[in-house]
Each structure stands twice: as C-alpha cells, then as structure tokens.
C-alpha cells in the first residue's frame, strides 16, 4: 500500500498474516480533540496468496446492519479458512458513527459524497482519498454496506454502478451471489460516491441498502452475514469446511426512473400508504400529507404514476417540501 498518498496511518500492518484489529490514525485538530488522532478502526484477516476484498460499513453513521455483519464476519472466521485478505472497516466514518449521524460532527461531511476526496482536506475528504488512492488499488473487489439510516426504510437490495471498463460483468456475479432479494442496476453518473471510486479505477463492486429506520433488523443483518459468505466462495476465498448458505431465489432485477421517485409538495405529517417491497400499479395510493400546524387545510394526496416496487419509504413523520418520499422501482 502506497501511503505516501495518504496524511492517514494505521497501528497494523496490512500484510501481516493472521487476523489484527487496530485504528486509522485520522489526523484532525478540533475543539473535540486539539492533539492526538480520531480513531478509525479496522481489521485485516490475511492468510496466503489470493484475492483482497474490502468490505465497509458505516460510511453513514446512522447504517447499522452492515457494520453488525461485519462484526459478526470478523468474530467467527477462522484465518485458516480463509484464502486472501480482507479488509474490514466495520465503522469507516467513526465520527458519525459515534454519533449516530449520517455525516460527520467534525466537518458535517458526507462520506458517500466526498469521493474522491482530498489528502490534505477536512477529516471526510481525508477518509475518501485514503479509501480511493490507497486501498482501492490493493483490493480485486469491494462491498460498501449502506440502510436507510434514520430518515429512511429500503427493502433489501444491492447497487452497482455500471460503467468500469471490465468489471461490471464481475460486479453483477458478485452482487449475485450476495442474493438480497432486488438487485438495482444504475449507470455512471455520480461522481462522488464509493461506488464512482470503484468504477473509476475498474475494481467489481456492490453497495447495498438493507432496512433502516434507526435501528437494526436480526434478520437483514444475517441476510447480508449469509451473503458475504456466499461472495467469499465466489472469489474462491472460503476452503471447503465453511458451511456457506444457499441463495435465495434469483433478486429481481429494478431501475428507478425519475417518475419512480415521489417527493413532498409541501410540509406537514406524511402518512404513507405502502411499505418495502409492495408491489404498486399506476393510481395507487402513495400517502398523504397533514398540515397539522393548519387543520383546515385539505391533505395533499400523493398517487404512483407508474408500476413498480416500492424500494423506500421515509422514515420521518414531520416532511418538508422537497423530501423523498418513496422510491419505486420498476422491475425489469
């Protein structure tokens, strides 16, 4: 690893064989902490040749599912069944995490907004920079953990980016092999997201959302505990003695067009009328949204336009006008 491109270190070595816990050393002077670091911790289980897969949970602070697979992952592999390295930041931004934001109390940064970040920038850009020019290029594939935080529930799904010069068909076996029930296909136009560093430099790819709501789902996070075996055996990383579990059905595939996506026309209390994973027609019911502060007001009615799946509901009663709503996708 190159870290000569990173103002970041870390208290373990990255090669060491076996299975190490430690920190990155975030440097940041604030009110919080003038001297000293911001902890980022990490894991490294390594054992022989064989692919790197890095895995990341928390790049918002307020996911949760994610970082409890990857704790639950980190717990019960044995190095010996392992064949390959990975890289495990079960909190990678440690400040929001703590905090139980989606952005960072240091800077407000959002981490899954500030790729590809800058060295010697706030503590988020420092984080994204490190991940894009110093990890990324040791890893043959990647996984990013997401939820809908507090302000949202998604039904369980992978995301990957199309776009990378030659990973993308690696990047859809993966996320296949993963199994959430829906598997959400986007094209290459965010350029600041953890999925954009991947694609950029051609590194196979999935990010996920899985449930939300502020808390944390046992059965999303054994979902997703499953599924990380299940890639593991694809990449040829697991010997034989790990019991790995089946997958599900094939996920069905989705695309989210711009009429997929309701937003709030006004504020108020929004009452919805569906949940993840429903299916919906055109002209079914949406929700509504109450001016409770004028009672008079008659509700604003919200219809889907389109069939589809309902991908996300959020999570808030109070909306302001330009909030999402919900997500539909269509499946293809």
Partial sequence: MDWTKTTISATID?????????????????NEKPLG??????????????????????????EYEG??????????????????RLIIFPALNAPAVTAGARCSPLDDGNLNRAFPGNRTGGPTNMIARFIEDVVLPECDAAIDFHSGGNAYVFAPLTMVYLGAKSADNTSLELAG???APYLWCARFTEQSTFNAAAV??????FATELGGGGNVNPQLVQLAADGLLRVMRHLRMLDDKVKVPAAGDA?????????????????GLFVPAVTPEQPVKPGDAAGRIYSVTEPERAPSTFHFVEDGIVLSVVNRGMVKRGDLLLMAGKSL
């Avoid at 970082?67 to 064949?83: E, F, G, I, K, N």
């Avoid at 996506?261 to 504020?267: F, G, I, N, S």
């Fill in 200 to 205: 950029r430099r051609d590194i196979p790819m």
């Fill in 177 to 179: 092999a993963f199994s």
């Fill in 14 to 30: 990255f090669d060491a064989e076996g299975k190490h816990t430690g920190d990155l050393r975030l440097p940041w002077s604030g």
């Fill in 251 to 267: 996920p069905t595939n989705v695309e989210v067009s711009v009429n997929g996506k309701l937003h709030a026309t006004t504020e």
């Fill in 67 to 84: 970082p409890a697979a990857l704790m639950q992952l980190l717990h019960s592999l044995d190095p010996v069944r392992l064949q390959g």
């Fill in 37 to 62: 670091y911001h902890p980022v911790p990490v894991a490294v289980i390594k054992n022989g040749t064989g692919p790197t897969l890095l895995l990341a949970g928390g790049t918002h602070g307020d």
